[in-house]
């Protein structure tokens, strides 16, 4: 239903970094403008919208806010709350409304202001409110504490070392400085990530990703109605879901998680495997967490991640890169868009385009979002051209 027959035909991201003259609601706008006229499409056109949360407006029906600023009046409209697997979970909803009929132009946007729109003490409130009201947040854990947790335990298990993680957030840094838009200008090493301020043990401040005004927006369409439209379209191939739990207190595992889930889902899907994979754009909130995914997607032996990684062979140049535009840790994150800019990104690639950070290969990608702590996961596997 879904696989060649529904296409992602436009994309765009807001202006990336600190953007104070734009409020969270202005970010999702501009994205949304560019990914219409990416399409070649009007507003008038859309007659689906769907948008993430915000911790920075005071709107409590952001899609229906977000209609009424843009001017447009959607007959399928939602804004959607899978923390940081909003935008993939987005285009599984986009994507089955227009396989559906309910819908035939799906608009999807997500961010925020989080640099410039919330105070630091405000960010680390935001940053308590994650853990269980009750079990969890009278003990005082952050974010970055369950990420640490979750670390600890697979260096544990499987060997993962501190300088294979620092190798990612290097890596990252490597791909963002070739994207036109990204705010970072300084390449890292690893020593730098080693020697950086520790935030929760083994975590370093650049093992944690950027706090960003940022916004990402995509155009969801069936690959009939693509034909006429002048963007260069991405078929959605596969896409699949797994939420395992909420809270880190409920968690099932704390070295096995819903990836390998949603990815068997999206494999099964496109009639694909991950031998066909030529780039992939995951999640990297913080760096145990790309590597996690790595392993339960298929792209590495489990506990070889980490050393995947120390290879060099996710670099651009390499036999599977990974997040070419420089992920969470080093392009941007702003709520809900650090997932949209990696489906924006695999999109842009796909098209090949991309000049100093172009992959060779760029027939397949696979995306994955993830929310929560290792909550709620997203698969995606996007293609140049029909199955």
Do not use: W
């Not at 007659?47 to 029906?61: I, Q, R, V």
């Not at 202001?113 to 009750?134: E, F, I, M």
């Amino acid at each position: 239903m879904i696989k060649n027959n529904v296409v992602i035909a436009g994309v765009g991201e807001s202006d990336i970094g600190k953007v104070p003259e734009l409020s969270g609601l202005g970010l999702n706008a501009q994205a949304a403008k560019r990914a219409v006229e990416d399409a070649g499409l009007e507003m008038k056109d859309i007659d689906g919208l769907l948008t993430a949360y915000s911790m920075t407006e005071p709107y409590f029906m952001m899609g229906s806010v977000l209609a009424e600023y843009l001017g447009i009046k959607p007959t399928f409209c939602a804004s959607l709350t899978v923390g940081g697997g909003t935008p993939g979970a987005a285009l599984h909803h986009a994507a089955m409304a227009i396989a559906s009929g309910q819908a035939k132009t799906v608009l999807i946007t997500a961010g925020e202001n989080r640099a410039t729109g919330q105070s630091r003490d405000d960010a680390v409130k935001a940053l308590t409110q994650v853990g269980h009201p009750y079990f969890e947040n009278p003990y005082g854990p952050l974010i970055p504490s369950f990420y640490a947790m979750i670390a600890n335990r697979y260096m544990h298990e499987y060997g993962t070392t501190r300088e294979q993680m620092a190798a990612v957030a290097v890596r990252a840094r490597d791909h963002a400085i070739r994207h036109p838009s990204s705010p970072q200008s300084k390449h890292l090493t690893i020593d730098d990530v080693l020697s950086s301020k520790p935030i929760s043990t083994p975590l370093n401040i650049l093992d944690c990703c950027l706090i960003s005004d940022a916004a990402g927006a995509l155009v969801v369409t069936s690959a009939d109605r693509a034909k006429d439209l002048k963007g260069k379209p991405a078929y959605l191939h596969g896409i699949g879901e797994s939420h395992t739990h909420e809270h880190m207190t409920m968690a099932p595992s704390l070295t096995e998680f819903g990836t390998e889930i949603s990815g068997k889902a999206a494999y099964e899907m496109s009639g694909l495997s991950p031998s066909d994979i030529d780039f992939a754009e995951l999640y990297d909130c913080f760096s145990i967490v790309p590597i996690i995914e790595a392993e339960e997607l298929g792209l590495a032996k489990r506990g070889e991640g980490g050393a995947l990684y120390a290879s060099g062979e996710t670099a651009i140049e390499g036999s599977i890169p990974i997040n070419t535009h420089g992920g969470l840790l080093s392009y941007a994150q702003a709520g809900a868009s650090g997932g949209m800019h990696g489906i924006v990104e695999a999109v842009r690639q796909l098209r090949g385009n991309e000049g100093a950070r172009q992959v060779k290969k760029h027939d397949i990608a696979l995306v994955h979002n993830e929310g929560g702590i290792l909550s709620s996961h997203c698969t995606m596997i996007l293609g140049q051209h029909p199955l």
